[in-house]
């Protein structure tokens, strides 16, 4: 069975800024994981139009392109018998802001998502059968970011088959604990306040009752792994990965509020162009960055 998972991000900003600061930290994200022949290589990042999205409700906006190459997030023993260049996730965007689906397709050879739990005889299995991973693995993210505290039952209008099957994750990016290597005090929610809005620090238990402005981030990841016997452990396992990525990023959004606020989309479209060249030169330089498998 297809795992959905809806998590619920609120955050003490409105939509509009929201849409600047999470570009923005996309931008210094992407250049906090490039380096060392590895990392974020943007192909597109261009208008579209006529893309029917949320039952035809958004139809044009932002659409971007990203390969990730990431020969370092697999075990050692798997790089060994993996062609060079094969080790990449490749990403599609469609964001038609306050709306945006992502598309994640996964090559076989992308073991950095589920190795935990594949044997060395699978890895072998999988690599006579290019194909099968190819069109047995996807993952799809759709966000709808609202102004509210994320107690909206279906915005993502689920049919009821669906509706059923979807857990609710509400993410709180002060009090949920984060991992020891992915905790910075000058990310810190809990410590941290805003000079240019005087927002923060969010020390309250039920602060997203208290603050103004507020809004939340409803992200649905489908996901699923068609393997006999690992798909329930793989499946698992990735929505717990995405939980991780949308705490600490969002922390991030947060704590950088002073960077980001007051920028204006031009200013972001222009930060984004110049993140695209800078990612090109650093990805062949100095040292791989973020964490490896073998660390």
Not at 275 to 280: A, D, F, H, P, V
Request: proline residues 5%; contains cysteine.
């Amino acid at each position: 069975m297809v795992q959905i998972k809806e998590f619920r991000v609120t955050l003490p900003l409105t939509v509009e800024e929201y849409q600047v600061a999470q570009l923005y930290s996309v931008a210094e994200a992407s250049k906090n994981n490039t380096g060392g022949g590895e990392g974020i290589e943007v192909r597109k990042n261009e208008p579209f139009k006529n893309v029917p999205l949320l039952g035809g409700k958004y139809t044009s906006g932002q659409y971007t392109y990203k390969v990730y190459h990431l020969a370092s997030k697999v075990p050692a023993f798997i790089r060994m018998v993996l062609p060079k260049g094969s080790l990449e996730v490749h990403e599609e965007a469609w964001n038609a802001y306050p709306y945006c689906k992502t598309v994640i397709s996964v090559s076989i050879n992308c073991f950095h998502l589920f190795y935990p739990f594949v044997t060395q005889l699978e890895v072998f299995i999988i690599l006579q059968n290019p194909g099968y991973m190819k069109e047995n693995f996807f993952i799809v993210i759709e966000s709808y970011h609202i102004g509210d505290t994320g107690d909206q039952e279906n915005v993502h209008e689920l049919p009821p088959d669906k509706l059923k099957t979807r857990e609710v994750v509400h993410i709180d990016i002060a009090n949920d604990p984060v991992l020891p290597a992915d905790y910075k005090e000058d990310e810190d929610p809990t410590k941290f306040k805003s000079e240019k809005t005087g927002r923060g620090p969010l020390v309250e238990k039920d602060w997203k009752y208290n603050v103004s402005p507020v809004m939340t981030c409803y992200k649905l990841v489908t996901c699923e792994f068609k393997w006999f016997g690992l798909q329930s452990r793989v499946e698992s396992f990735i929505q717990k990965s995405e939980k991780r990525l949308f705490t600490n990023f969002h922390r991030q959004v947060f704590c950088w509020m002073d960077r980001w606020h007051g920028l204006t989309m031009e200013d972001i479209r222009a930060i984004e162009d110049k993140t695209k060249e800078e990612l090109e030169k650093q990805r062949f330089q100095g040292e791989v960055r973020g964490m490896r498998a073998d660390d």
